[in-house]
Structures are given as structure tokens and as C-alpha cells.
């Protein structure tokens, strides 16, 4: 399933080890389809099938899917998990009563920054299954299993899962054309929930701003799920799209927007945070004794150029920085998620360092696109 990590050690002719970027299930499927290979967070993961734009609006449109199964789901089961979700994660698992809900979280260190974003999905106070990130997937694996020694909680990492997210209007009724069964399990799916489908998990979730679902089915069955999908009518999609579309959504991406110098209630993620409720959490303490200086919003170029990270945003109140930037297929602008000044606010206009020229743009409220819709007035 996975190419090995290295291909070569150190011997008589001096030929060190040289690391090698991990593949998943899907790796020759891309192949085929001519997709674009580069190395995403150590993982050879498709970047297009030859029009990044054309895959965006694809999304927009119809139906998507990208191969996630660099993400890794990781099962925690035993007595102590809804404890140990308790004391490690922002949000409060006790919203979770429905088996199959899920939730949307921050994971903090003790001084309130973000270890990794994640989503829950709750099936059993002894049972949840939690989807990280593939670039910090080791830290996390790590950090959880050290909380979770001696309370009665087994954690597992899903390796031998592949992840496909099939997004867009159509997403839903593509899947359930290509895969028999999958309607009459899902149909009745609410957004944020979860269903399984014999052995595979079909969640009504995803990254794009557009509805759809994310499926986590054995590794062994990626291949002829995907090709069913394709069957139906549903076009492959690469990273450069994912990331278009969800900056258009107003998401956030970690290590960019959000990472461990930096708190959820300065990436825009204060929604995740439960500081009301008596529980106790990892960060919890200085979050709630910290004064927020800086917030994340929105920026919609008014010249003409291509907003970046860490292009400096020059505002009334001081400095900020471009956290994610991008051009809208969509709304055929330049867009950005930056981290303003607390006084900052939709509707002022501001000046973004580039090269060496200052640009005009306008604080706007993400999300910039949702559901197919335009949500900024006057575009």
C-alpha cells in the first residue's frame, strides 16, 4: 500500500538514506488519470488532472472528489475516551448525544496554541473516531497517546483506511448512483453526521464551502470505490482546487492560518472554543485570561495582483499579515484570510504590501462563496 519511507542507507559507497514521500491507496489511480504528483506534507498527493480552475468550478458546480487518505482517522475507544476528549480538545464533546454527530475542534498545548485542528465523530461514550491532519498526524498520535496512559482508552491509528471527500451540489446523488446501498443509508444524513455503510463510514462532511460527503472505506476497496464514483459522473479534483475552494469558504488550514504560536480565538475559531462550561481543558486557562489583539478576516483585493501569505496588511489601527491568499475562480478576484488588529472591521479599506507596491483591498466577512452563492455584496 505505501512505498517504503526510505530507499537507501548509508554503506561502503557512502549512499545515505534518502526519504521518500508516502503514497496512498490511490497512487496509481492518479497515475493513470495523468494527475500532477508533489509532495504534500511527505505524501505524493495529486495537484490537478490538468486544469486546477477547471476542478474548482467543477466543485462549484456538479460533483468532485479528492483522495484524502493522507488524513489519518484514529479510533479511541475504552472507558476514559469522552474523558480524555474532555480535557483535550476546545469544544465540548458533551454536544455530542446522537451517535454518528460530529464536531469540529481545536486541539491546544498549555499555552492555548493549536496543535491541530480536527473533527470528531461520536459513536459511544466509549467509542469516537477522530480525523486529523497528514502533516501533523505524528505529533498528534503522540500527544494523544500520552494523555490517554492509564485511563482506559486504546488508541488506534486507521492506516488501513482510504479517504475519498465527493464534493459539490450533485456530490450526494453521484455517490449514491455509483455506490448500491449507499442512498438508503444516507438519504436521510444530516449535515455534521455520520452513517456507516457496512464497513465504511459515510460522513456528510467536507472542505469546500459546497455539501457532499467524505468516505473512510478499507484501503483495499479505494481503487474500485473511486472508479465508481467516476463511473457516476463524479471528476477527480487535486490539491490546488481543495485549496481554492476552502479559502473561498472562509476555512482554515493549519500551519497557515492556525498552528501552535497561535490561538483559535485569533484564527477565527473562537466558535470552537467552550470556555462557559465547568469542564477543564488543555489551554483552557489561558485562553480565558488572554486579551485577543488580533483577529482573522477576510480581504478582497480592489487593484489588481494576487494576495499571498505573509504579504504585510497595512491597516488605522497597525500592522497585519496575510495568513492564506489566493485568486477566486469564482469570483475572478484576488482573496486572502489575514490576521488584522483587533479594531480592524468588514468594510475598511486597507493597503497590502506588494512587491514593493502598496494595493488597495477591502475587510470583508468570510466566507467569500458558500453552497454555490456569492456572499460578498457588490461582486
Not at 505505501?2 to 557512502?14: D, H, L, M
Not at 488580533?294 to 478582497?300: F, T
Request: hydrophobic share 45%; aromatic share 8%.
Amino acid at each position: 500500500m505505501f512505498r517504503p519511507f526510505f530507499i537507501a542507507r548509508k554503506n561502503a559507497n557512502n549512499v545515505t538514506q534518502v526519504p521518500m514521500a508516502k503514497q496512498t491507496p490511490l497512487y496509481a489511480t492518479h497515475l493513470r488519470l495523468s494527475g500532477k504528483l508533489v509532495d504534500f506534507a511527505g505524501w505524493d498527493m495529486p495537484l490537478h488532472y490538468g486544469s486546477q480552475v477547471e476542478e474548482h468550478h467543477q466543485v462549484r458546480r456538479d460533483a468532485g472528489m479528492f483522495d484524502v487518505s493522507h488524513m489519518l482517522a484514529v479510533d479511541l475507544e475504552g472507558a476514559g475516551a469522552h474523558d480524555l476528549l474532555h480535557k483535550l480538545v476546545a469544544n465540548n464533546v458533551d454536544k455530542l448525544t446522537v451517535p454518528g454527530r460530529a464536531l469540529y475542534s481545536c486541539m491546544l498545548n498549555a499555552q492555548g496554541g493549536v496543535i491541530d485542528d480536527l473533527i470528531i465523530y461520536f459513536f459511544r461514550s466509549d467509542f469516537y473516531r477522530i480525523v486529523v491532519n497528514a502533516g501533523t498526524a505524528d505529533k498528534d498520535l503522540a500527544w494523544i497517546t500520552q494523555h490517554a496512559g492509564g485511563i482506559g482508552v486504546n488508541v488506534t491509528a486507521r492506516r488501513d483506511l482510504a479517504m475519498i471527500a465527493v464534493q459539490g451540489p450533485n456530490a450526494r446523488a453521484r455517490t449514491w448512483a455509483a455506490l448500491p446501498g449507499a442512498e438508503a443509508a444516507s438519504a436521510g444524513l444530516k449535515p455534521f453526521h455520520a452513517v456507516w455503510f457496512d464497513d465504511a463510514l459515510i460522513a456528510r462532511t467536507g472542505y469546500t464551502g459546497e455539501d457532499g460527503f467524505e468516505l473512510m472505506i478499507p484501503a483495499e476497496r479505494a481503487e474500485a470505490t473511486w472508479n465508481a464514483l467516476l463511473g457516476a459522473g463524479v471528476k477527480p479534483a487535486g490539491l490546488g482546487a481543495r485549496d481554492t475552494l476552502r479559502l473561498e469558504a472562509g476555512l482554515a488550514l493549519y500551519g497557515q492560518d492556525m498552528d501552535e504560536e497561535t490561538s483559535p480565538l485569533e484564527a477565527g475559531l473562537a466558535w470552537t472554543v467552550d470556555l462557559g462550561a465547568p469542564r477543564d481543558f488543555i489551554g483552557k486557562s489561558v485562553l480565558a485570561g488572554r486579551r485577543v489583539e488580533r483577529q482573522s478576516l477576510g480581504l478582497l483585493l480592489i487593484d489588481k495582483g494576487v494576495l499571498r501569505a505573509h504579504q504585510k496588511v497595512h491597516t488605522a489601527q497597525g500592522e497585519g499579515e496575510i495568513t492564506s491568499g489566493t485568486f477566486s475562480p469564482t469570483l475572478s478576484r484576488s482573496i486572502a484570510l489575514a490576521r488584522l488588529p483587533a479594531g480592524a472591521a468588514a468594510g475598511d479599506t486597507v493597503e497590502v504590501e506588494i512587491r514593493d507596491k502598496r494595493l488597495k483591498a477591502t475587510v470583508v466577512k468570510p466566507p467569500f462563496v458558500r453552497n454555490g452563492k456569492i456572499l460578498i455584496e457588490g461582486i
